[in-house]
């Protein structure tokens, strides 16, 4: 796993435990190159996702980019690390238990506003306002950028 810190890919792991009630291994590594800490997680994947967004075009679903803007909207919210993964996991598995492999994005962010709705209103409103304005153009890059402002600093 490449350092995402120097870049150098020779990192080594320093303890794996289970996370999220076992639906996750969570490894801590070590970069010896610049000293570096991240942790990463390995997670069950069912299938393969395709993101079909509304001009047509089609892209690997990415986990990441989905916390990304998740994790924005929950900024400085009183809701757990732990809870933000589990509805993560949920809304990936709800994703991939929809029988398709094929997932507009459309869908997918009302999965994501559906969700947070259950756990923080405000986090909730802040996604919905970004991402009514967001249907016409629906790139998660661009849309994670629109979120960013109303939350200035990165957690
Ligand atoms: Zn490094």
Same mark, same amino acid.
């Given at each position: 796993?490449?350092?995402?810190?120097?870049?150098?890919?020779?990192?080594?792991?320093?303890?794996?435990?289970?996370?999220?009630?076992?639906?996750?291994?969570?490894?801590?590594?070590?970069? !010896?190159?610049? @000293?570096?800490?991240?942790?990463?997680? #390995?997670?069950?994947?069912?299938? &393969?996702? +395709?993101?079909?967004?509304?001009?047509?075009?089609?892209?690997?679903?990415?986990?990441?980019?989905?916390?990304?803007?998740?994790?924005?909207?929950?900024?400085?919210?009183?809701?757990?690390?732990?809870?933000?993964?589990?509805?993560?996991?949920?809304?990936?598995?709800?994703?991939?238990?929809?029988?398709?492999?094929?997932? !507009?994005?459309? @869908?997918?962010?009302?999965?994501?506003? #559906?969700?947070?709705?259950?756990? &923080?209103? +405000?986090?909730?409103?802040?996604?919905?306002?970004?991402?009514?304005?967001?249907?016409?153009?629906?790139?998660?890059?661009?849309?994670?950028?629109?979120?960013?402002?109303?939350?200035?600093?990165?957690?």
């Amino acid at each position: 796993m490449r350092c995402p810190f120097c870049g150098n890919v020779d990192t080594q792991v320093k303890d794996s435990r289970p996370a999220e009630d076992h639906v996750a291994i969570r490894r801590r590594r070590f970069c !010896p190159a610049c @000293a570096g800490r991240f942790t990463t997680y #390995e997670r069950v994947q069912l299938r &393969d996702l +395709v993101v079909i967004k509304s001009t047509g075009r089609r892209e690997d679903f990415d986990r990441d980019k989905l916390e990304r803007s998740i994790r924005i909207a929950l900024q400085k919210r009183p809701v757990e690390p732990e809870r933000m993964d589990q509805m993560i996991s949920g809304i990936v598995r709800r994703l991939e238990s929809m029988g398709e492999t094929d997932i !507009p994005s459309k @869908a997918i962010g009302e999965i994501v506003m #559906e969700s947070l709705a259950r756990i &923080d209103t +405000v986090a909730y409103v802040r996604f919905a306002s970004v991402y009514k304005n967001f249907q016409a153009a629906d790139d998660f890059d661009r849309f994670i950028d629109e979120l960013r402002p109303a939350s200035k600093t990165e957690a």
